[in-house]
């Protein structure tokens, strides 16, 4: 307060008005800035620490994470997570298949036996997370391919919660016929399997 009565003072209100100061230069010139901005961009670093990393590997130049984060968000970049997108559900057909599937618990006999079928295809793939991405920029991030992947046709046993799986080149019409003839061995007393599962063809 004593400077600026100073000033005040001295030079009057006008010159309280003038922003003088001018931050410190950056220790990276243009076109290293640039290096920079295209490892953030092709690489979406997960923390600042890769990029004083990168920085200190390429240029010999250290920052503290502050003064990076900084330098970052002055270069247009921001901290954000991809989102994923999950499918639609269509609220009336549930609701329509919790009715059946109430109705059919209901006449089932005790000799009766209820699954759950599905299969499951488990594949090496990639798990977003946060990373630095430019501002108004997408976040994409790219999945291995699905070929190579392991298919496991299965079923839950409601009542004993026990599963019944079966591993297959390929879930196709024969294999699931495979699966049926497991169940018939495993529930050789049972009257009637009933098997609920999705609409795969």
């Not at 209901?106 to 295809?121: I, N, P, R, W």
């Not at 399997?193 to 609409?199: A, P, S, W």
Request: glycine residues 4%; proline residues 3%; contains cysteine.
């Amino acid at each position: 307060m004593r400077r600026y009565y100073k000033i005040y003072s001295e030079d009057g209100k006008e010159a309280l008005l003038n922003l003088n100061y001018t931050g410190k230069v950056c220790w990276l010139s243009q076109n290293q800035l640039e290096q920079l901005k295209i490892y953030v961009k092709e690489e979406a670093p997960h923390s600042a620490k890769q990029v004083i990393n990168f920085a200190k590997d390429r240029f010999g130049i250290y920052y503290t994470p502050s003064a990076m984060v900084s330098l970052l968000h002055r270069l247009n970049f921001t901290y954000k997570k991809p989102n994923l997108i999950p499918g639609k559900v269509n609220e009336e057909a549930k609701k329509l298949f919790s009715q059946e599937l109430q109705k059919l618990e209901k006449e089932l006999a005790q000799t009766d036996q209820l699954l759950y079928l599905d299969g499951v295809h488990p594949q090496h793939n990639s798990k977003p997370s946060y990373g630095w991405y430019e501002k108004g920029s997408k976040a994409i991030l790219l999945t291995n391919t699905g070929r190579k992947r392991i298919n496991i046709n299965g079923a839950l046993d409601v009542k004993r919660l026990e599963i019944t799986t079966l591993s297959s080149d390929s879930i196709n019409a024969q294999s699931t016929l495979d699966l049926f003839k497991k169940w018939e061995e495993k529930y050789p007393f049972a009257q009637r399997i009933v098997v609920i599962c999705d609409n795969v063809s």
